[in-house]
């Protein structure tokens, strides 16, 4: 059974850094690419970040560009989200998220989530 | 980025009503859409990829259609478990965007 179980959130001030992280299981997380998706209190789902199985490529959404960087430990199954610069804005439930290919390519279906995990950014 | 919009952005139904949410992309996507649904303070579950191609394990009361810009997700006869919310997303390219999402409430 696949599960994704993020980690990490919590209060911090604006300006702050956060590192969130993702604890695969259930399947070989190493051949499959990651994404990160956020949900702000009440709002809808937006596309943050993802990673390529090998780690190699990444590409992050405009809103966080510059200040989020994903990455990943394929020896420990665990994908990553340092969060720096933190603004009042990224206050949302981060929900780490399974492509089901490994690869590089938008075409993927995201198939897997984990139950998220909240960040509070708020002085 | 390409936007998605959807609508309604809720709809109030009965059990064993017929629903169709749509979904329109700012360009053309070709098929790369998939629709998820999602519970109250649950993570999304995915229903439908490649417009049309329902996932394992849903039911066969959801169903997708569309290619281009245009898409729809009809639920048959609703039941009680499928008071949700539900979002399109395109996967033609990076950043992939969601719609806004469509709220199923009960009548």
């Known amino acids: 059974e696949v599960q994704l179980l993020e980690s990490g959130g919590g209060l911090v001030q604006p300006g702050g850094s956060l590192r969130l992280s993702c604890a695969a299981s259930g399947f070989t997380f190493s051949i499959y690419t990651m994404n990160w998706v956020r949900q702000a209190p009440g709002k809808g789902l937006e596309w943050v970040s993802v990673?390529?199985?090998?780690?190699?490529?990444?590409f992050h959404s405009d809103s966080v560009k510059g200040r989020f960087t994903i990455f990943r430990d394929n020896s420990k199954n665990t994908l990553y989200l340092q969060m720096n610069s933190l603004r009042a804005e990224d206050t949302a439930v981060y929900y780490c998220?399974?492509?089901?290919?490994?690869?590089?390519?938008?075409?993927?279906?995201?198939?897997?989530w984990g139950q998220g995990t909240l960040v509070t950014v708020s002085s | 980025d390409i936007q998605m919009t959807q609508s309604p952005s809720s709809v109030s139904a009965s059990v064993r009503d017929r629903i169709t949410i749509t979904c329109r992309a700012s360009q053309g996507i070709g098929s790369w859409l998939a629709w998820y649904q999602q519970k109250p303070g649950k993570a999304p579950k995915l229903l439908i990829y490649a417009a049309s191609s329902l996932q394992s394990g849903v039911p066969s009361r959801f169903s997708g259609s569309g290619s281009g810009t245009d898409f729809t997700l009809t639920i048959s006869s609703l039941q009680p478990e499928d008071f949700a919310t539900y979002f399109c997303q395109q996967a033609n390219s990076f950043p992939r965007t969601f719609g806004g999402g469509t709220k199923v409430e009960i009548k």
């Open positions: 990673i390529s199985d090998s780690g190699v490529t990444t």
């Open positions: 998220a399974k492509d089901d290919r490994g690869g590089f390519t938008p075409t993927a279906v995201t198939d897997y």
